[in-house]
């Protein structure tokens, strides 16, 4: 009987091609391009760069490890191929060699002993990192299917798009963040500000991230928390000092009265709404959905599921689900009328 060999070598290159071109299609992805936004390759804060240069180094390790194996393996197959001449007969048995066996035994545990270092060396330089005074504290939570950022210092409290400021390496103002959930596991994961943490109930991580350049960084609920894990999406605003500055001043205004929408502010306080939802200064202060004294602040409603418009606003209020499947907020079945004014309140909460 002929074996067929060549078509098994070929398909294995094969797989190995494409799989160096998918991790050079992931490193060549340009920094800061809006596909990339969650570029793990594009590190922007010291725990990231450690997290990132960590790997690279891991990578590199089991990159020569693999090279050295793979080449082995490849001479092997083809300079002892079976022959026809073979077919029913034993190869030689080789036992026993003391060098051999104390080299395959002691350079893997070196190998093990210094990635453990360094892994060790990181997770030290991470989560013992001395917090300055100058540090942000924001306490984040976890919700099915949303994100609450409260912060004490600063008695600001809102949902899914966290600001903080950028942070000056020769003066650092990096942000410290407690995690904590308020149903299920979820995880906070902004790839290029840093590694991935879990909020679990009962219990309070921590972690921090000083980002060097402005801009707006993605990020993604890691943790499945349930149907609309997909659609618990995270958008950090990372500010200059003066926007940032701006920023807070804008959410410790109380919220504005404005004449013109005293109807849909009826509606509001006349309907389930405050039972779930806070404005400053009105009657509804309920926690259970996120806080909208500022709603109009934030770029995009329901945990970035959908741009904040007024449209899509009507019919987040009209149809929860037609925007998020599975979300915890229920349809009201209001009036169109009454969706209307209530839309019109909404937009005046700046
Ligand atoms: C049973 C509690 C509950 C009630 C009642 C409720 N909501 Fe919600 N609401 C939620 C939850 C939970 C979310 C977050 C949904 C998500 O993103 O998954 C939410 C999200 C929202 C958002 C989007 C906020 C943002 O920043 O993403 C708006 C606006 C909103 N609700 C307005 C209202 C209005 C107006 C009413 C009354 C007609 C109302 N809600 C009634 C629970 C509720
Ligand atoms: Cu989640």
Known sequence: MRFERKPVTRRAVEIIAFLFWCVALAAAQPARSP???????????????????????????TGVIFVVVFTLLAYSVVKFRGKA????????????????????????????????????????????????AAALDVTVIGHQFWWEFRYPKLGIVTANELHIPVSDPAHPTPTFMKLLSADTDHSFWIPELGGKTDLIPNRVNEMWMDPHRPGIYLGQCAQYCGVQHAKMLLRV??????????????QRRAATEDTKVIAGKHVFEAT?????HTVNGTVANGRFGPDLTHLMSRSTIASGAAENTPANLRLWLQNPDAIKVGSLMPAMQLSDADLDALTAYLETLR
């Open 35 to 61: 596909l990339s936004s969650t570029n793990i390759f594009a590190p922007a804060s010291t725990p990231a760069k450690t997290i990132f240069g960590l790997s690279v180094f891991v990578l590199a390790v």
């Open 237 to 250: 605003s990372v500010d200059t000092p003066a926007d940032f500055d701006a920023w807070v001043s804008a």
């Open 272 to 276: 389930a709404c405050i039972n779930c």
């Open 85 to 132: 001449a073979d077919i029913g007969r034993e190869p030689p048995q080789v036992y026993g060699s003391t060098q051999i066996e104390l080299a395959w035994t002691v350079i893997p545990v070196l190998i093990v002993a210094v990635l453990f270092l360094a892994t060790a060396r990181v997770i030290h330089a991470i989560q013992d990192a001395p917090k300055p």
